[in-house]
């Protein structure tokens, strides 16, 4: 093998590091270098790769299934930064591989575009498979629905070893008839959940097919209260409190629960899977909690109707200063019409302190549609984050913000309080 595609792929991403971002950067190099980098690179993992998709809650879910797995004694690889192109996976291998590109590690926890997996699965077919949902999200790209269903359904046809379903979502779980070559296990929730959690078609009260709850569920979510929960797997009923803010992330929870069960097989802790779930913290910009002028500062990203929905059920507004940023760059997806999807009327009472980023009028009008106060808009979120925490000085904040718009809020964040540097 020549090293050399390698050692300029690390070298490009010790430039891109000390210049402060460009993060993909070195995977699209490598790969340009040298097409079969991260086919080698991954093939020879004992217990090969877990590919971690669907359209809401992949970061979270990724990042829980990693520590649950290395709770087990399991050395993981995963690509932290979120970047779920193939590229940025490739450029996550290149801060891992040594210079000969051989990677050391058990198993490698992958979160992928739903896009971007079909292409990845055609060069490393995936052990395990984890796909969570199917709901309307950037249709610029996407297109409707059922065309996102298709997508996901390709990388489950590709994976050799288990496919895990979300039971709850028909279009998921309808996946399983294509499925020939693999397992087929599920993840579920208790019917007296059903409503926190709607489908697409619950979301928008149309007619859809129902979820198969019939199904046998390897992991039940059966409760929720607060940040605590309770399992079930097994036949045996466990309650955890949850570190993870957000009640959208503990379902997510379930399924990175079956997964991790999944990779292990008979050889799992139960014991020490819930250990490791209590201590997860929230992934970068999901949920995250911040400190500005000794006050929590949280970070909630949002990018379609059901995730905004479910970030504003999970945190009351009671005495919190609230900022809004979207942004509609190719990352966020293009298409900002999803917005009137939402019901901001739980922001009624308080109203939003500050609207940002580049849709920034677009987020406000649609504010004032549901009589919801702004109470200033500025477009530069720079701008506009030093108006928001200078106007809401000694109150607690929380910013919701599209992709894009959160690596920007947390770069100007870095500059003032400690931030995780995620690399």
């Known amino acids: 093998m020549n090293p050399l595609p ?12 000390l210049r402060g971002g460009g993060s993909a950067l070195p995977g699209l190099v490598v790969e340009r270098l040298d097409p079969g980098f991260m086919g080698r690179a991954l093939s ?15 970061t979270t879910t990724t990042k829980m299934l990693v520590e649950l797995l290395e709770g087990q004694g399991l050395t993981v690889f ?8 193939t590229r940025g996976v490739a450029a996550a291998l290149l801060g891992e591989v040594d210079w000969r590109g051989r990677l050391k590690a058990d198993v490698a926890v ?21 796909l969570l949902n199917v709901l309307r999200d950037q249709l610029d790209r996407f297109g409707e629905i059922d065309a996102t269903t298709r997508l996901l359904e390709r990388i489950a046809v590709a994976t050799t070893d288990t496919v895990v379903l ?9 996946i ?11 993840f579920g929730l208790d019917e007296s959940l059903r409503s926190t959690f709607p489908n697409d078609d619950e979301l928008r009260g149309a007619e859809g097919t129902a979820p198969a709850s019939a199904l046998p569920a390897d992991v039940v979510l059966r409760s929720v209260d607060g940040s605590s929960a309770t399992f079930e797997a097994d036949g045996t009923v466990t309650g955890t409190d949850l570190r993870l803010r957000g009640v959208y992330n503990i379902f997510n929870a379930a399924a990175a629960l079956a997964a991790a069960r999944a990779v292990l097989g008979g050889t799992a802790d139960q014991g020490a899977l819930f250990s490791s779930l209590a201590a997860v913290e929230p992934a970068f910009g999901r949920g995250e909690s911040l400190v500005v002028d000794g006050r929590p500062l949280e970070l909630v990203l949002v990018k379609n109707p059901s995730g905004f929905r479910l970030g504003l059920k999970s945190f009351d507004p009671a005495g919190c200063a609230t900022m809004i940023a979207i942004n509609d760059n190719y990352a966020d997806g293009r298409d900002m019409s ?10 009624g009472l308080g109203g939003v302190d500050l609207v940002s980023g580049v849709r920034a009028y677009d987020m406000a009008l649609r504010l004032t549609y549901d009589d919801v106060r702004v109470g200033a808009v ?36 870095s500059k003032i309080t400690k931030v995780e540097v995620v690399s």
């Open 338 to 347: 999803w917005l009137w999807d939402v019901d901001f009327d739980s922001l």
């Open 166 to 174: 979300n039971r709850e979502d028909p279009r998921v779980a309808g």
């Open 44 to 58: 020879t993992l004992p217990r090969g790769v877990v590919v971690v998709s669907g359209t809401n809650g992949k």
């Open 378 to 413: 500025e477009p530069d979120i720079t701008d506009a984050l030093k108006q928001f925490i200078g106007g809401a000085a000694g109150r607690p904040k929380r910013i919701f913000c599209t992709y894009t718009a959160m690596l920007a809020v947390r770069r100007e964040l």
């Open 176 to 186: 399983a008839s294509s499925v020939t070559a693999a397992d087929v296990v599920y």
């Open 110 to 130: 992958l979160e992928l575009d739903e896009a971007h997996a079909v292409h990845f699965v055609r060069l490393v077919p995936p052990r395990y498979s984890l």
């Open 6 to 17: 390698v050692l300029v792929g690390k070298a490009v991403r010790i430039a891109s590091r």
């Open 78 to 85: 995963t690509n932290r930064t979120g970047s779920n192109f």
